[in-house]
């Protein structure tokens, strides 16, 4: 763009041994300028096509950004997803094993009651029962975390109640 600029300026020029007083001399000698500049660019070794272009590239990097970042959101959506169907189906199996390591259990108590069976069978199926009620409870809370991800991903709250 065109610029336009204003100059002034006050001078004076002294002289020794010239027969006058430095002080007529002042008054005699003082000069005042002033002038006016217009300055229009011609060349500006392609500074502003430069950046524009690196505006444009910019905003093309910004654009390139915003849609990875939904990709990663999607896939992660998609992630939390698989997870919440995958522990869901996990809670179902470890349910059923926990109901068939208690009759196991049940049956091995019995027989120990019995004397058919020794301690070690019996803390065996007792480990055994407390491992499935373990991956039970695991898979239960971690299906409702990813159901809770879900649904805050979804535009709802968390519901930690």
Known sequence: MPTIGITGGIGTSTVTGAGQAWAGQMNGNLGATIGVTVSVPVFDCRETKTSVNKAKLDLQQSRIEAEDA????????????????????????????????????????????????????????????????????????????????????????????
């Open 70 to 161: 939904k990709s990663n959101l999607a896939l992660t959506i998609q992630g939390f997803r698989i997870s919440a169907t995958t522990n869901q189906e996990r809670f179902r199996a470890a349910a059923a094993s926990v109901e068939s390591a208690q009759d196991s259990y049940d049956l091995l108590s019995e027989q120990f009651r019995l004397g058919l069976k020794n301690i070690v069978e019996l803390t065996n199926a007792k480990t055994a029962l407390l491992e499935a009620r373990q991956n039970r409870l695991e898979s239960k809370y971690t299906a409702i975390l990813y159901l809770q991800l879900l649904n805050f991903y979804g535009g709802e709250g968390l519901n930690l109640g």
